[in-house]
Each structure stands twice: as C-alpha cells, then as structure tokens.
C-alpha cells in the first residue's frame, strides 16, 4: 500500500533579536493558502513592531543593516506559493509604510521567482492616497459620458429607422412572426393596465377640474379640458411611459440575456446583423402598438370623465357635444404623431440597452434599470420638442 504524502508543516512566525540589533523575524513551514491565511495577521502586526523598535533607535548598526531595517529569515519556509509570495510582499509593503526596509534572507530561489515581478521601489514608505480630481473635471467627465451615451442612443433610433425603410423594400428582411408576437405581448398584454390607467388619468383629472371650474359655474367646460388634455398631451405621454416601463424593460431584459449567454455573438458570427434580427421586430411592434394603445387609453379615459360629469348632474349628451366642440382632428393626429415617435424610441432605447448589456447577471438589471430611465428622459424631452413645434405651427 502507497504512503500516504504527509500533511504540510504549519506556517510559524517567531521573532527574535538580530545579530547586528535590528529586528529579525524568522518564518517557517508552509506558506500556503491555508498557512498564510493564518499567520496575515500576526505578521502584518509583528512587522508594525519590529518598525516601531527600528524607529526608537537601537545599537550602532553592523554588517551594512541600518536601524530601520528588518530582517526576515526564510531559510525554514518548506513550501511557498502565490498566497506565500501575497504574504511576503504584505510584510514588505506594511515595513515600507513605516519607513523600515524589509529585507529577505534564506528563500529558496523557486520561491523568490514569485517576488521577482515586484519591485520594491513600487512601495511608497508612507500611506498612498490617490489624489481626488477636482469637482470641476468629475462634473466634465459626466457631461462628456452623458453626451456619448445621448448620442449613442440617437444613433442607433437612426439605424433602426434605416433598417425599417429597408424592411419597407425587401419585407422578408423582417421576422414578421416575432414582430406579431411582440405586438401580442405589448399591445393586447398591455390593455388591461392601459385601461385602467386611463380611466383613474380621466376621473382624476375631470374631478380636480370640476372643483376648480365650480366656483365659476362652468362644469360643464370639465370635457373641453380634459379632452384636450389626453387626447393631445396626456394620452400619448401616459401610453408611452407603460410602454417604456413594461416592454422597453423586457426588451433590455430579453436581449440582455442573450447578450450575456453570448448568442448575441453567435448570430454575429454567423454574418447575421443583431440590430436587424433582434431589435428591428420589436422596434416595428413598438411604433405599430403605441398608436393603438394610445387610442384605446383616450376613449376610457374620456369614460373616466363622463362619469364625473355625469355624476354632476350634466346630461351625457353635453358631455359629448363639449367633446367634440373641443377637439379638432389636429389635436388628434399630433397626439398620434407623438405617440409614434415614442412608441420607436422606447423600443429602440430598451434594445440598445439590451445590445449594451455588459457580463454578469448584475448586468441585465442594470441594463433594464437604465431601458426605463433612458426611455422616460427621452419621452420627456421629445413631448418638449413637439410642444416647441405644435406652438409655432398654431395647432
């Protein structure tokens, strides 16, 4: 029967007075893992007071040692590897900030090759603390990362817009069949939410309007508001913040995966475009959804309405003939006109985040945290630009 190896030999530190008066620490056994992960402590500490007897002075200094320097004798180590040479250089670095040197003796050439890569003027004798940029240049640097990032996003919403007048010329370019599964689960998955957002968006607002327009006697002018409140501002803006908080996130989170599992690579190496396979059947499901939601969140949202009208009172007939006095079919088609530009830049920032999505599993969620915070700033920015535009058009 084989003999069995032998354990390895405990890792001990033990200090002892040094020929020439400087301190001596003599290490022994194996600097393993396991053996320099229990004597870390002990050593970093005994190397502290072997620093702080060299600074209080000693005997005149012999054989080339000075009073700050430690001596280590390693001719007892039996084994040493990469945690050993950790440990080593620990010592060295924690007698440096001490202004001690720290010198080895006894190591085995093999062992020594794991220290030669370092070199010991890379220890500063006091604790490095790395300068901090001034607030000026960190505000800079965001600017310049938030500009890139922006620009980032406007240039791929351009691809996607190229890709789908492509798709318009040569239609078998496009999976239709995961763009129709996609309107399925954004568009019809999304009813329920939208109607129930848009009939509370049409209550509230008809109830908050009631009691303002009270005092005036003019409840009935509470169509005329809200009607042009959803069906040119609300309507759109609400729609697409469900979208951009329910798909844009599912796209990030989709392609993210894929992203991270490295399929998306695989389709890369087999010449197919990522862009156009994955994010172009959902950027089309995106702009064709958002209008229809948009609608459909506009009609209950007007039944919101009417049911605080009438519960004031005001024939249903008013309210209806105050809705249409109110609403011209400009209002009607600017609010869908928004709701398509959000509708293509929720989808396209959820896929790009997705495209985007670093490695890890951390990096999915921050990937879809950063799908919803980019689409809603991007909606809000473009309901400014329509609002600048609709202004200077009179509509």
């Not at 010198?103 to 090759?113: A, I, M, N, T």
Request: aromatic share 6%; glycine share 10%.
């Amino acid at each position: 029967m084989p003999a069995l190896p032998s354990p390895p030999t405990p890792a001990t530190l033990e200090a002892r007075p040094g020929e020439s008066g400087s301190p001596c620490l003599v290490l022994s056994g194996s600097l393993d893992a396991q053996g320099a992960a229990a004597l870390w402590r002990a050593a970093v500490e005994a190397v502290e007071r072997a620093a702080g007897a060299g600074d209080g002075g000693s005997a005149v200094a012999g054989a080339g040692a000075a009073a700050n320097t430690i001596m280590v004798e390693a001719s007892a180590v039996a084994s040493c590897d990469t945690a050993g040479a950790a440990l080593l250089l620990e010592m060295r670095r924690t007698a440096a900030r001490r202004g001690a040197e720290l010198r080895l003796s006894g190591l085995r050439p093999e062992f020594d090759r794991l220290l030669a890569p370092f070199d010991p003027g890379e220890f500063p004798s006091g604790r490095f603390r790395p300068p901090s940029p001034p607030v000026v240049e960190e505000v800079g640097r965001m600017v310049v990362a938030l500009a890139a990032d922006l620009r980032a996003q406007v240039a791929f919403v351009g691809e996607m817009v190229v890709e789908a007048a492509g798709a318009v010329v040569a239609p078998r370019r496009v999976r239709w069949k995961d763009a129709l599964l996609t309107m399925e689960r954004a568009g019809v998955n999304a009813l329920p939410i939208v109607a129930l957002l848009g009939f509370l968006v049409g209550l509230i607002l008809a109830f908050q309007a009631a009691v303002a327009l009270r005092q005036f006697a003019a409840e009935t002018f509470v169509a005329n508001l809200v009607a042009i409140g959803l069906l040119r501002e609300l309507g759109p803006l609400m729609t697409a913040v469900v979208l951009a908080g329910r798909s844009g996130s599912a796209f990030a989170a989709e392609i993210g995966t894929m992203q991270v599992n490295e399929e998306v690579a695989a389709l890369s190496t087999m010449g197919l475009s990522p862009a156009r396979f994955l994010a172009l059947p959902r950027v089309i499901a995106g702009v064709v959804v958002t209008p229809m939601l948009t609608l459909f969140m506009n009609v209950v949202g007007l039944l919101g309405a009417a049911a605080v009208v009438v519960s004031l009172n005001i024939p249903p007939t008013t309210f209806l003939s105050h809705v249409r006095s109110a609403v011209t079919t400009g209002d009607l088609l600017g609010g869908l006109a928004m709701s398509v530009v959000f509708g293509l830049l929720v989808s396209a920032v959820g896929c790009y985040r997705g495209l985007q999505t670093g490695a890890g599993a951390a990096a999915v969620g921050l990937s879809t945290t950063a799908a919803v915070v980019s689409g809603i700033v991007l909606i809000v920015a473009a309901d400014g630009v329509f609002a600048v535009i609709f202004y200077a058009l009179g509509i």
